[in-house]
């Protein structure tokens, strides 16, 4: 099993950067494959990124895709996602999420991950 615990939330201007972390119990980190996904209110959970279990490949969300990074420290069981550019349209809170097996044709699926952090709150202002 695995915990995972959001951080780096805020309120950012329009254009800014924020940069979330997510850390990680157990001793097993790096054998899991991580993601982020968001949630505004209202609407449904969405895929952001998501990142394999030794970080050699990546994989985003087409809005995402040259804005945010998604990265990991496995020494520090630690994943991240680095966010530049922000618009208020990414206003949601954001979750760390994730699984054991891998699978491209499902990983932008919520219900594929096993675990999932509390959130973090991230609000962009016009």
């Keep these: 099993q695995v915990q995972l615990v959001e951080s780096g939330g805020g309120l950012v201007q329009a254009g800014g950067s924020l940069r979330l972390s997510c850390a990680a119990s157990g001793r097993t980190f790096s054998t899991y494959f991580m993601a982020w996904f968001r949630q505004a209110p209202g609407k449904e959970r969405e895929f952001v990124a998501a990142i394999s279990d030794l970080g050699r490949r990546t994989y985003y969300a087409d809005s995402m895709k ?61």
């Design 66 to 126: 040259g804005r945010f990074t998604i990265s990991r420290d496995n020494a520090k069981n630690t994943g991240y996602l680095q966010m530049n550019s922000l618009k208020p349209e990414d206003t949601a809170v954001y979750y760390c999420a994730a699984r054991r097996d891998f699978s491209i044709a499902t990983m932008t699926r919520a219900t594929q991950y096993d675990y999932w952090g509390q959130g973090t709150q991230v609000t962009v202002s016009s």
